[in-house]
């Protein structure tokens, strides 16, 4: 397997975006990954991802997640196949189901369904479009013209274009049996968040699983992990609302402190199949230039 270890700053203002791709590019970081962060001041993924790899030549850029279902996946297909053609090999489309904050849900309105009844806002519809607009999406990345009559989306004859010379691979977030089982039937890879190495294991076996079912397989150097890093101890109220949100997990196996740390519980994942990081800093952009020199000496020479 091949060890690839990217960044995720979450939050980055349009202000700094500029400097911040160019020091990645100059350190020859693996990969910038975008957060959907709608309502901060963060830079949209999409538009983040299209400025980033038009101003390199080599660093990957990812969406670590962008939300599905509330996108028109037509034009998702369409946006992403543009990209795929400008800079092969270097685009990285991370999917998942909902945007992290409740508050943003309602800018993702779920599409009408057949006889005009727009579906209730529940996980489970929420979990019906995503499924839909994940097939009209590959479907569009892979085929000249498609026509396609589901429940949410309807369209014949339909193509975004000249296609991508090499398959667009589709990644999905998520950690629930729900979102497990969808990775296995649908997805290319899977980019966990906030799970031990234990849960990650548990986590590649039932996709594994779910894959085998439906006559697929995920390919085994497609699983990765969001890392959180601190580089000192987390204040009391963090650690409170890690163990609230994650009871049986210590918070140590979701959030190390040091190098150290970081490179031993890496190396834990590893273990169990992960191979593919994204680390984000627990620091304020400040201290991003001296994170950015140290990850470059500590964590680099770990890929493979």
Do not use: C
Request: hydrophobic share 45%.
């Amino acid at each position: 397997m091949k060890v690839r270890i990217g960044i995720g700053f979450g939050s980055v203002a349009p202000a700094g975006f500029a400097a911040l791709v160019d020091r990645l590019e100059k350190l020859e970081i693996d990969s910038l990954w975008l957060s959907e962060q709608l309502s901060t001041p963060a830079v949209d993924p999409l538009a983040g991802m299209a400025f980033a790899l038009g101003r390199t030549s080599r660093l990957k850029v990812g969406s670590g997640v962008a939300v599905l279902p509330g996108r028109n996946p037509v034009l998702l297909a369409k946006q992403l196949g543009s990209l795929a053609l400008l800079a092969p090999r270097r685009v990285l489309p991370v999917l998942g189901l909902a945007p992290g904050r409740p508050e943003d849900r309602p800018a993702y309105p779920l599409p009408e369904g057949r006889g005009g009844v727009r579906p209730a806002g529940t996980a489970g519809r929420r979990g019906a479009v995503f499924d839909e607009a994940l097939d009209v999406l590959r479907r569009l990345l892979r085929e000249p013209r498609v026509t396609f009559h589901g429940e949410f989306f309807d369209f014949t004859d339909v193509g975004i274009g000249e296609l991508p010379t090499r398959p667009l691979d589709i990644w999905l977030g998520g950690a629930a049996p729900a979102a497990l089982r969808r990775i296995g039937r649908f997805g290319d890879g899977w980019l966990a968040s906030m799970v031990s190495p234990e849960q990650a294991a548990a986590g590649i076996a039932e996709i594994q699983q779910a894959a085998v079912a439906a006559g697929r397989r995920i390919d085994d150097d497609h699983f990765g992990l969001s890392l959180r890093v601190a580089f000192a101890p987390p204040p009391a109220n963090a650690l409170a609302a890690l163990r609230r949100r994650y009871p049986d997990v210590d918070p140590s196996r979701l959030m190390p402190v040091g190098w150290a740390a970081a490179r031993e519980l890496i190396g834990e994942y590893l273990a169990v199949g992960v191979s593919k990081f994204v680390v984000h800093p627990a620091t304020t952009p400040d201290g991003w230039p001296s994170f950015l020199d140290s990850f470059a000496a500590e964590l680099m020479p770990l890929e493979s």
